[in-house]
Every structure is written in structure tokens, then in C-alpha cells.
């Protein structure tokens, strides 16, 4: 159904507060939802609903374990992901507009940070070019096995222009661990080739998968990123293992610069513009009306909502949003 | 044949000082071809047969276009790829064994630069984090179009262990140019879901292929990687278009960082080589007699020629090579 953007977003902070987050964590984490949410991203408000997102009561405040002028770490103190990261990318930012560049990671969360497209937007349109790592739980096997090692890892790249920022979010993972999840409460199927069953099979039920391995994209290149993905996310950011070696928390990392460091900051953006107009301008495949550039099928979305002031949103979705409110 | 190393490196740096090179270029270029040569990868000696990788004449020095503490961009002046691409790696280390962190661009060569493993496995012995990113002419196509506008657009990206560097290196296309050249050569077909003909059209036809266009891996999330790696080295160093707007040279970014800026590197360097420890110890699929991770398969290949002091070269290759000696 149709939802008012205003009566959506305030429907959403109500229950973000009911859910323990100050107000001021619960502005961050709604952008976050919202950035998905208005672009047609699976991480929006559908993490709310069912068990959802409450606020964990033994949460501390945020404490940088490590710091130099271009870099620090952060005990996330069992915070939500996106409050974790969004101060993380905010550290970043600070030491890369005084020096060009800042890494920041985090360790101890144990929540999503959303969709990290979020964070590489923001760094982009603060005209820095920015790269987002995430970790999970082992969900996804490496090629050649089916016991699950790494998280679904998704990296997302922000890069500013004269134009829309182009903004490059994917999962390492064949399919996100969420789509199996919906795809097992639909008693849908899933595609044949992105997962294992518990025994190394592949198999196309969700409940199986769930009791197996998720499989990473693009075979052992795909494979080969994932586990980068993980390097930086887990060794590099110092999350803390069970007695088993298994995740306690999930890490992240921010890593921004300036393209000024390597000449003239304006015309970079001018030319990134040119590019992307270059590559729409290429010429397409049968049955293809548009050559879409990284993000900017969400920004059709967004552009279209913005115009309206409403958002489609799914009956059972918003009643249920409601319901929590 | 069996060849000793020896000779092999002895007739290649023969070879290298043949086609133009001073001694202490050929020397770094005759390190980046046995990189790819003892490891398996196909950017070795074959390089020289044929056309060969001749210097060129109006190459000039290598000049530093804009520089800051952090960062450099360099005008390769028509020097070979991988020179440049040397001097680029020296200097980014030298900025981030003062600062943590060092990026250096490059343009103005039109030449290869290598197994670009090479740059991040060098990264990585030095104890840095690495990622090396190296643009090409347009032979790739971005998703849902089949005219050429990439790049193969590989990037490497190097970790430093305990035990051995995790080295990834990959090419964002779904099949190097080089793989198409070599079809073509031996009058193979190549794979019928790497490359379109100028029609549009998938074709297993190598000459079909080079007259239209090669794809990009791992579907449209590999076309979004690859896109992001042209912004890298096509806008952000500053390659310089011909009147049609194609490009005249081949970018490079290195970009490296100290795995100290987050914590302490030697414990960094202990859990690389413990999370290789455990996804080479996950359950493997029917088949598969060992789980490699990202370097693994070429350093075995390595060993094995450093024990013997042998390496397989083909008899066509090996003929070829000492003729042009």
C-alpha cells in the first residue's frame, strides 16, 4: 500500500524508541533503515518486525581501544551495528579532512549495520572516496568446501561526483543470509547454485541451506574476495572468538580518502560525471533499456518517492510496523 | 622442457636488455615476469615472444605530477607498466612507513603492468596491507551492454601472515584479453558466457570475441567492481583521452596501509595465518583434496621449482625466447 514518506518515518523512529535506543541512536539507525527502505533494499523496515532490533541492555558507551592521527579502533560495546559504524565513519572523516585519509574499525556489535551503501553514500557526498567492510557470523563457505567460515561480507565503495555519487554495495555472498531466511517463511525455493545442504550438496530448500552453507558469488574469484573481506573485518579489527574459534561480534572497517591527494579534487568529480555518462552511453544488449551505474537503480526509486511523498510498502510490512508502534 | 631457473632468468633478463631496457629496468621487469612464470600464472616470458614488450624510445623520467605527505601521483613517461608501477609501490611504502598509510597514482604508460600479485605480494612482505589496481585499453563491457568500455581492470590486493602473504589477484573480466588471444592463436572456442561478438550476440568464436567485447565476472556485482576500478585508474590518475574520448594510456593505483593503524601488527600478522589455518581445515566437497586459499596454488608451484632448481617451460615458449637472445 501507499504510506505517507512523513508518517513512515515517524512510525519508524516511534518504534526504534520503543526498542530501547536513545533519541539520538534512533535518528541514526532510521536513516540508515530509510536509505534502504526508499531504495528498494531489502534491509529496511522488515528488520523491525518479528523479533527486530531491541536495544541491548548491557550496552556500554562506544571506547576507542586504539588511535593515531590517521586511524583508530573501536570497542563497539555491544551497541547497535549502524550507531557503531555511523561514529566510526564519522572519526574517518574527521582525520581524512585533516590529513586525507582515516581507517577506523570496530569490533564487539553483534547486530546488522543495514546497508553499508549508507556509509560509502555519506562518505562520497562529503567528497571523499570511501570503502565499507562488514563481517557476520559464518554463514558462507569457501570455494571448494561447504562448511560455513566467513560472514556474508559485503563491501560498498562511495565515490563522489559532479553529478550522484556512484555508490557500490554488494554481498561476497552468493545470496544474502536474509533471502534465504524470507525464502523459508514464503516455502519458496532458492536458486540451485547458491548454497550447500549440511552433507556438501546443493540444494534449492531453504532449510536445508540454513543447515548448511551459503556459497560465495562469482566462483573462486568471488571466494578470494570474501575471504579479504574477512581479513579486515576479523584479524584487523579485533573481534573476539568463543573457545570454539567461532565469532562472538562482528567487525567492520571505514577507510575514506581524499581524491585531492591525487590532484585536483573538482575535476576528478567532473570526470567521474563524464565516465558515467560514457557507460550509459554504451550500447545495450537485446532487451535492455538502460545500462544502470552502480546505485543508481536506487536512486530511481528515491527520486520517485521524494516526488510523491509516498512509499510503496507491503500490507502485511506496515500493519505490522504499527502493530509495533 | 625442463630448464634450469638459472638460464631461464639469465636468457629473460638477455632478452629484456635486448629490447631496450636499461639493467636496472630489466632487472625489476625480470622479477615481475618470474613472479607470474614460477607461480603458473600466465603474464610470464610470453610476454616477450612475438611483438615482444620493446621499450620505448621516447620514453623520458618518471616525473612526480603532485605529491603530498600521504600520497603522489606520476607521470610514467611512456615507461613500461610494470617500472612505473615499481616506483609507484616504493614510494607508497616509504609514505606509509613514515605515516601508516601511502597511495601513488600513476599515468602516461601504455604497457602492461604484469601479475599485479607481484605489487601486493611485495606489499605484504614489507608488512603493509596492499591494493593494487590496474587499468587497461577498452575491451570490457559493462552489464546489460556489449561494447567495449573497461578495462580487464584486475585488482590485487596483499596481506601480510605470519606464515606466507595471502596474495589475491584477480581480473575483474570473465576471461583475460590475453585468453582470448591465445583461443584464437591455437584455434580454440572459448567458454560461450565470457564474451559477446559485435552484434551482441554470445559467441564462443576468440576472433568474434576481439571484434566485439569481453564480459565482466561473476554477473552484474562483478560489472559494478570492475566500473569501480576505471574510476580508480582512469579519473583518479588522471589518463589522458584521445578526440573520441577513448583512453591514449593505462592508469595504476597502489594504495597501502600498516595493519598497526588498528592494533598491533605482529598479533594481526598470528591471526592471518590462524584464520588461513581454519578455512583450509573446513569440510571439503566431493573431490576436492585440499581448500587453497588466494596465492596458495602459485606458491606451490614456486616451491616445487625452488626445490628442483627446474622449471617446466613449454618447448615452443623456451625456443622462442633463447632465438630472441
Redesign the interface.
Known amino acids: 500500500m501507499q504510506v505517507r514518506l512523513d508518517e513512515l518515518k515517524a512510525t519508524t523512529l516511534k518504534v526504534l524508541r520503543l526498542s530501547g535506543y536513545s533519541q539520538e541512536q534512533a535518528e541514526i539507525i532510521l536513516e540508515v533503515l530509510m536509505y534502504a527502505q526508499l531504495r528498494g533494499n531489502n534491509q529496511g523496515i522488515v528488520k523491525l518486525i518479528g523479533a527486530g532490533m531491541p536495544a541491548d541492555v548491557n550496552a556500554t558507551a562506544i571506547k576507542v581501544?586504539?588511535e593515531?592521527?590517521?586511524?583508530?579502533?573501536l570497542d563497539g560495546g555491544r551497541n547497535q551495528g549502524m550507531v557503531v559504524l555511523n561514529r566510526a565513519l564519522e572519526m574517518a572523516l574527521a582525520k581524512a579532512r585533516e590529513?586525507?585519509?582515516g581507517?577506523v574499525?570496530t569490533n564487539n556489535t553483534n547486530t546488522s549495520t543495514g546497508a553499508i551503501g549508507y556509509f560509502a553514500s555519506k562518505a562520497a557526498q562529503a567528497g571523499f572516496?570511501g570503502f565499507i567492510f562488514s563481517g557476520s557470523p559464518e554463514f558462507v563457505?569457501?570455494?571448494?568446501?561447504?562448511?560455513p567460515?566467513f560472514g556474508t561480507n559485503p563491501l560498498a565503495?562511495g565515490?563522489p561526483s559532479a553529478e550522484k555519487p556512484?555508490v557500490?554495495d554488494?554481498a561476497t555472498a552468493a545470496i544474502a543470509r536474509f533471502g534465504v531466511i524470507e525464502a523459508k517463511t514464503a516455502g519458496r525455493s532458492i536458486s540451485p547454485d547458491v548454497a550447500?545442504d549440511g552433507e556438501?550438496q546443493p540444494t534449492t530448500d531453504p532449510a536445508a541451506a540454513l543447515a548448511g552453507a551459503i556459497r560465495t558469488?562469482?566462483?573462486y574469484?568471488?571466494a578470494?574476495?570474501s575471504?579479504?573481506v574477512?581479513?579486515?573485518t576479523?584479524?584487523?579489527?579485533?573481534t573476539t572468538p568463543n573457545e570454539e574459534?567461532r565469532k562472538t561480534d562482528w567487525g567492520n572497517l571505514v577507510?575514506v580518502?581524499d581524491?585531492g591527494?591525487?590532484?585536483d579534487a573538482d575535476?576528478?568529480k567532473q570526470?567521474?560525471a563524464?565516465?558515467v555518462g560514457?557507460?550509459k552511453a554504451?550500447?545495450?544488449?537485446?532487451g535492455?533499456d538502460?545500462?544502470?551505474?552502480?546505485g543508481e537503480r536506487g536512486d530511481r526509486v528515491l527520486d520517485a518517492i521524494l516526488a510523491s511523498g509516498m512509499v510503496e510498502v507491503e500490507d502485511n510490512l506496515w500493519q505490522a510496523l504499527q502493530a509495533k508502534a
Open positions: 581501544l586504539h593515531t592521527k590517521l586511524s583508530a579502533l590529513h586525507g585519509f581507517i574499525g572516496i563457505a569457501m570455494h571448494g568446501s561447504y562448511e567460515i565503495i565515490v556512484l557500490f554488494m550447500y556438501g558469488f562469482g566462483g574469484k568471488g578470494a574476495l575471504m579479504m574477512e581479513v579486515l576479523r584479524p584487523l579489527v579485533q574459534g577507510l580518502f581524491p591527494l591525487l590532484g575535476t576528478f570526470e567521474v563524464g565516465l560514457k557507460v554504451t550500447k545495450r544488449l537485446p535492455v538502460e545500462i544502470l551505474v552502480p
